[in-house]
């Protein structure tokens, strides 16, 4: 089996999400192979799940201050802050084997790669049902499905560091007053690879690792290819109709 | 309790082995002006579950939980992080914390 592996690099929050999108538009189409894609986000970024309101989750003058990209994910689940990490997507149609008609299976699945790419590293790792993947109790990786047109995409993150600060001065909380408590909660709870290993662990190297892994992991050869010029294209329109759009990301 | 005809109710709540889940009621002349459903769960097709919103829209508050299971069931969202009842239990709380507005 063969799945087509885009590295695409750094891309601004509206792109990133907007190539994701046009993926699943061209496998949907059957013009274009499964695919696994890397990639990266530059400015930093902060994204909410479907389902989060935008003002209520996000300090939207301290990501205009900071210079981050805010942007609303097609995809349900919380707020990310997208700094030093890896981010994955992968579509597949819905008919695929690797795919089970159970979304929690799926995800069990497809988060497979991630844990193998940790293994490759160094770092052991677990899935932790619905959507995390942990290391030592802590969550190490995010995963995020939707299905459209047919196909699963998943895409996620893998922390290769964490700076919890940075992330809650962008970030609203619930109750002001308690921001200090649920900041030192969430360090208890989150590790990064960098962390987990003792040293810095950046995102060229961990691609390799990465990349083998989910070759073992989705038992496929990964052909490195370029997004395809309509990709591109499209990725672009997309990326100004709809992610770069005040109108989908103030949906909620 | 009496609920007062005209205002507005939160409840926010992580859903034990769930996700965090914030209802919004507004009501108008004892009615559901409008509910909103957030958090970081996820629901299948995510388009439909905006319609389940929609089709809450000035309701009765007495049959909000029969309504919702229908739109649900008729827009087939499956619900991910946070069950139906779930969401039936934050109305009714955010409803019994109604400010007059």
């Given at each position: 089996m063969r799945f087509r592996f885009l590295e695409t690099g750094a891309g601004t929050a509206a792109f990133n999400m907007g190539l994701d999108e046009a993926v699943l538009e061209s496998v949907a189409a059957g013009v274009a192979p499964p695919t696994l894609r890397f990639y990266r986000w530059e400015p930093r970024a902060v994204s909410i799940g479907y389902f989060q309101g935008l003002e209520e989750e996000v300090d939207l003058d301290a990501c205009r201050r900071a210079g981050v990209d805010v942007v609303r994910r097609a995809t349900g689940g919380g707020a990310v802050y997208h700094a030093a990490e890896l981010t994955y997507s992968i579509v597949v149609p819905?008919?695929?084997?690797?795919?089970?008609?159970d979304v929690l299976e799926s995800y069990w699945i497809l988060c497979r790669g991630v844990i193998e790419g940790l293994g490759r590293l160094g770092v052991k790792a677990d899935f932790a049902p619905l959507n995390d993947i942990i290391s030592g109790g802590r969550k190490v990786s995010g995963n995020a499905q939707t299905r459209k047109r047919g196909c699963v995409l998943q895409h996620g993150t893998v922390l290769l560091e964490v700076d919890v600060d940075e992330m809650f001065g962008l970030l609203k909380v619930p109750q002001e007053k308690l921001r200090g408590k649920l900041i030192e909660d969430v360090k208890q709870r989150v590790t990064s690879v960098s962390r987990e290993l003792g040293r810095t662990v950046g995102y060229e190297e961990s691609l390799d690792p990465f990349k083998e892994g989910f070759a073992v992991a989705l038992a496929s050869e990964l052909v490195a290819a370029k997004p395809s010029a309509l990709e591109i294209e499209r990725a672009a329109e997309i990326a100004a109709e709809k992610y770069g759009n005040p109108a989908w990301n103030r949906k909620r | 309790m009496t609920r007062p005809a005209d205002g507005t109710g939160r409840f926010v709540g992580k859903i034990p082995g769930g996700k965090l889940l914030k209802l919004d009621v507004e009501y108008s002349g004892g009615r559901v002006a409008r509910v909103r459903i957030r958090g970081d769960f996820f629901a299948h097709p995510e388009e439909a579950f905006d319609r389940v919103e929609v089709a809450?829209?000035?309701?009765?508050p007495a049959d909000f939980s029969r309504l919702l299971r229908e739109a649900v069931a008729r827009e087939g969202v499956t619900i991910y992080g946070v069950g139906v009842d779930d969401i039936v239990d934050a109305f009714e709380r955010a409803s019994d914390a109604i400010q007059v507005s």
């Open positions: 819905e008919e695929h084997h690797l795919v089970p008609r | 809450l829209q000035g309701v009765d």
